[in-house]
Structure formats: C-alpha cells, structure tokens
Nanobody
C-alpha cells in the first residue's frame, strides 16, 4: 500500500517562505509524476506545480517565479519551496503521486498540509 507523508506547512507572514515535503513509500516500482495541488475553502483543488520523471516542470501562473518544485528520485520525495508568500496562497496543500507499484498503476493523494499566510 502506497503511503504519502507530507510535512512543512504552517503559519507565515506575507513575504515569508515555507518548504513543503512529501515522501512516498510502500510497494513502489516507479514514479511518473509528482505534484502539489492546493484547495482553499469553497474553492476547487487546483494544480500548483508538477514534475515528471523526466524532469519536466509545470507551474500555475499564479506561483511562477515564487514557487519551485523539486524531486529526490532516490528518496521518492517531492519538495515545494514557496517564497514571497501572499495571503491568497493560503490553502490546504496536497501532494499527488502517479506511478506503478506492486498493485499496479496508482494515483495517490497525501493527507494535506495547511499553509496560512497572514497579511
């Protein structure tokens, strides 16, 4: 059973920085895409940043130039470095992993970590 463990959320003032981490474990053969999504109250869950197995990056326009996604392939870990945070970045951030494992192809979500940016 694949498990995702997220960490790094918290409360920060506008202009500050946070770094999120997500570790995937449990019967994994390979990982294709690792990504971060976020969901604010009353809103849908939207893609923030994505990194493929080949290193292709994709960012939401609202975070370009401020957020950086990176990946440790050996540790099945994805990071999201968030700089110049704004109050509108406040949301629950979710890790998402697509890959294959002992039970076949999988698409898993982390439990979510709260990021709150005060003005």
């Amino acid at each position: 059973q694949v498990q995702l463990v997220e960490s790094g959320g918290g409360l920060v003032q506008a202009g500050g920085s946070l770094r999120l981490s997500c570790v995937a474990s449990g019967g994994i053969f390979s990982i294709n895409t690792m990504a971060w999504y976020r969901q604010a109250p009353g809103n849908r869950r939207d893609l923030v940043a994505q990194i493929t197995s080949g290193g292709t990056l994709n960012y939401a326009d609202s975070v370009k130039g401020r957020f950086t996604i990176s990946r440790d392939y050996g540790k099945n870990t994805v990071y999201l470095q968030m700089n110049s945070l704004k109050p509108e970045d406040t949301a629950v951030y979710y890790c998402n992993v697509l890959g294959s494992g002992s039970r076949g192809v999988f698409n898993y979500w982390g439990q979510g970590t709260q990021v709150t940016v005060s003005s």
